[in-house]
């Protein structure tokens, strides 16, 4: 079954603004967080990562956190801009038999409105 | 660099017919993976090979067959195609299993009739 979701499928915000795209998870084994952006026609693309002793981890324009205690994991998004439309995946690495997989929630659509 | 490259991009079958949609990298990964994608849901692990010469089932393996041809290569095989099997395919590469970052191929739209 499926151990990540997320909160909305999708998720509208004006060009400018900052986007906050939130996670829920079940699985307290999981060594890293990540977040993975697909735009239309495309395949995903990692965004960022965290590992699951972190509480906070920042890139560029994005901020990811992680509160452990309520299993929840967001993406924020600084100033987003028209070329953030897309879907963005939250995902796991989850031990399945004697490897790690990465294991994907079902996706939010974020739409920059003009 | 191409980085991950699928064939074909879009393809119909008939209830029956068998496929194999073609994958290659150049990154010189040790781990392959192939996704399913259906509206509305994540990507579903089919199969995946850790390292050449290896390949084990993912969440998702009834009906597909898979061959890890070389370092580069690696297949996904239709035997005998089901309307259930119409999505959208995706095949990835990382350093290593597992890891975090994995990249991605722009997918082989697939339709069973």
């Known amino acids: 079954g499926e151990s990540v979701g997320l909160h909305l499928p999708t998720l509208s915000v004006q060009e400018g603004d900052n986007s906050i795209i939130n996670c829920a998870y079940s699985?307290?084994?999981?060594?890293?967080f990540i977040w993975y952006k697909q735009e239309s026609g495309k395949g995903p693309q990692f965004i960022i990562d965290?590992?699951?002793?972190?509480d906070k981890r920042q890139g560029q324009r994005v901020t990811v956190l992680l509160n452990k205690t309520v299993k929840h994991l967001s993406l924020q998004i600084a100033a987003t801009q028209p070329g953030d439309s897309a879907v963005y995946f939250c995902a796991e690495n989850l031990s399945s038999g004697s490897a790690r997989q990465l294991t994907f929630g079902s996706g939010t659509q974020l739409t920059v409105l003009p | 660099n191409a980085g991950v490259t699928q064939t074909p991009k879009f393809q119909v079958l008939k209830t029956g017919q068998s496929m194999t949609l073609q994958c290659a990298q150049d990154m010189n990964h040790n781990s392959m993976y192939w996704y399913r994608q259906d509206p509305g849901m994540g990507l579903r692990l089919i199969y995946y090979s850790a390292s050449e010469g290896t390949t084990d089932k993912g969440e998702v393996p009834n009906g597909y067959n898979v061959s890890r041809l070389n370092k580069r290569e690696f297949s996904l095989r239709l035997e005998s195609a089901a309307p259930s099997q119409t999505s959208v395919y995706f095949c990835?590469?990382?350093?290593?299993?597992?890891?975090?970052?994995?990249?991605f191929g722009q997918g082989t739209r697939l339709t069973v009739v």
């Open positions: 965290i590992r699951s002793n972190m």
């Open positions: 699985n307290s084994a999981s060594d890293y």
């Open positions: 990835a590469s990382s350093e290593r299993q597992g890891a975090s970052e994995a990249f």
